[in-house]
């Protein structure tokens, strides 16, 4: 059947989401160009910015306090420093597939995005229609028989965020604990990959993947995306497939 909403709709109402910075992409080595000026980045992440843990019915993100520069990512491509807002997941219907960048072909089983903005711009509204107002750092999640125990807590909130809409307090948390041992990037100017699909993102993606178990993937794919009281519709495949690359670089952190 048609998807009257999907991915390939949504040029409809958003005529930019067939703009020439969309994102996802692929990400493949012939055509990355390694960029020895790339600066490391660095986070600074406050673990009492962190507020409350939701399921908005297409995705779980925890959000953060961004009223001031409290925790922030600096350095790498970005020109100043940009203020954490929310993290969230993209993650499929099975383990083969459910990561939104794709690298050399290979898919992951999710992807993490950590979405800071701009304070140079009076508000997060105002940063999303600017080109420069919006920084995604993206790590891979991939599957192993081994879970990450840093994941756990945002796993253990699962339970009281099952339906769309549910909400839970989610205080004392650093995500920079989930990071992995290399900080080596690809970065490329790109996009939101939901509508509006606003082309605002310096996007900065991490080239080692965080190893979690399948049965960490599986919590997250209990999720459900209807409200409570609503036929019970599983929140799985929140990926949008890979875009045309156009003629934008990627360029790399690392050789
Ligand atoms: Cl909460 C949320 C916010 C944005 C997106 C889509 C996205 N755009 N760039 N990274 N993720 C999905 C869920
Ligand atoms: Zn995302």
Same mark, same amino acid.
């Given at each position: 059947a048609p998807d009257l909403w999907g991915p390939d709709q949504w040029h409809k109402n958003y005529p930019i989401a067939k703009g020439h910075h969309q994102s996802p992409i692929e990400i493949n080595n012939k055509e990355v160009h390694y960029d020895r000026s790339l600066l490391p980045w660095f986070a600074s992440y406050d673990p009492g910015a962190a507020k409350t843990i939701l399921n908005n019915g297409k995705t779980c993100r925890v959000v953060f306090d961004?009223?001031?520069?409290r925790s922030v990512l600096r350095g790498g491509p970005l020109p100043g420093v940009y203020r954490l807002r929310q993290l969230h997941f993209h993650w499929g219907s099975s383990d083969d597939h459910g990561s939104e960048h794709v690298v050399n072909g290979v898919r992951y089983a999710g992807e993490l995005h950590l979405l800071h903005w701009n304070p *140079?711009?009076?508000n997060y509204l105002d940063a999303v229609?600017?080109?420069?107002?919006i920084a995604v750092l993206a790590i891979f999640l991939q599957v192993r028989r081994?879970? *990450? #125990?840093?994941m756990k807590r945002i796993l253990e909130e699962i339970n009281a965020i099952k339906t769309k809409g549910k909400e839970a307090p989610f205080p004392?948390?650093? #995500?920079?604990?989930?990071?992995?041992?290399s900080h080596d990037y690809w970065t490329y100017h790109g996009s939101f990959t939901t509508p509006p699909c606003e082309e605002c993102i310096t996007w900065i993606v991490l080239r080692e993947p965080i190893i979690v178990s399948s049965d960490q993937m599986a919590k997250l794919r209990?999720?459900?995306?209807?409200?409570?009281?609503? #036929?019970e519709l599983p929140l799985v495949d929140n990926w949008r497939p890979t875009q045309p690359r156009h003629y934008r670089m990627v360029s790399a952190s690392f050789l």
């Open positions: 961004d009223s001031f520069d *140079k711009y009076s229609r600017r080109t420069d107002g081994t879970p *990450k #125990p840093e004392n948390f650093d #995500p920079s604990i989930l990071f992995p041992k209990s999720l459900s995306k209807n409200a409570e009281n609503e #036929p």
